[in-house]
């Protein structure tokens, strides 16, 4: 039984193609692939992602996650020696102080001065953490965030070597909440079109936060599953979206998630209070075979990484051996992968 299974990371891997990693968004966003993978079959259709309006119906809540991809990559000098740093902004703790990842960490210690660009932003290292990982505290005259917005860039995966011509593109139309490392890419197909037929359908769109961070996109170190740690995220649900998932459970309307960091929000809101709530928090929440799932009856996703805490996620909603043959079917059939590829709808119906 999947429940009882010892996971290793290596039960994760696949092999794929570098040629079917995506290197550029297509042109129209809702016109990616989409596999609809129907939970209580075998059973795979190939399908496009403006498609998703057939299977969405009235009484449905779609949950998305509004977060904004800040432009958290920086790059600086060490003041004392010229060396070169990369900084990524993961996550803003108190008092101007920044969790961050930092390229060439080794000549990052605790009181180290490093300055980006023109000087009009500067950080100090206060904590020195495991893993490239420094909190640093953020020194400048203004308003950081215009600072940020003329110094820093989106930092895109590094399995993407083209150059992004429109930023937008690694932005949902409907990010709001400035704070995330990264796009949760499943939102990346939909466009104001598609949301309008699903609101003229009847589907109704409910909207949370969870920046995204080291969490989601940190590569497992560990070969055994249960000994990995998860990197924390922040989290929001507001009283409107509880109020609204609470109603459509209590009357068995079927609860619709784009992408695994709505479904993190979703379960770390259940996990904490057996409902939903009006709440902020931060999660560590680590999804994989033999969770038990208690918010969501379909869920639309991206393909992601080999050996990623994401493809567990998905195999502990999708079955494992279901999983792995459809992420087979896909690459066999010329799919496109990760963060600007095609998608996989996830349903029971």
Known sequence: MEETKHWKTSDFDYELPKELIAQTPLTDRKSSRMMVVHLDSDE???????DIVDYLHAGDVLVRNNTRVIPARLYGIKEETGAHV??????????????????????????????FHDGRLKAECVEVEEQGLRKLKMIY??????????????????YIHEKLNDPERYQT?????????AAPTAGLHFTEEIFAKLRAKGVTIVDVTLHVGL?????MDTENVEDHVMHSEVYFMSREAADTL?????????????????????????NRFGR???????????????YQYHTIDAMLTNFHLPKSTLIMMICALGGYDRIMHAYKVAV???????SFGDCMFLTHE
């Open 44 to 50: 795979l259709e190939h399908k496009h992602f403006y």
């Open 276 to 290: 939903f709530e009006e709440c902020s928090g931060e999660t560590k929440l680590f999804i994989y075979p033999g």
């Open 332 to 338: 066999r059939e010329k799919y496109r992968f990760f």
């Open 246 to 270: 609470n109603r459509a459970k209590a009357e068995g309307r079927r609860i619709v998630a784009i992408g695994t960091t709505s479904v993190r929000t979703l379960e770390s809101v259940w």
């Open 86 to 115: 990369e900084v990524l902004l993961l996550r803003q703790m108190e008092n101007d102080v920044w969790e961050c990842l930092c390229g060439n960490a080794h000549v990052i210690k605790q009181g180290t001065i490093i300055t």
């Open 173 to 181: 139309v409907y990010s709001r909440v400035e704070g995330s490392a």
């Open 141 to 158: 005259n203004g308003i950081f965030n215009e600072i940020l917005d003329s110094l820093g860039e989106v930092p895109l995966p590094p």
């Open 215 to 219: 969490g989601t996109f940190k590569p």
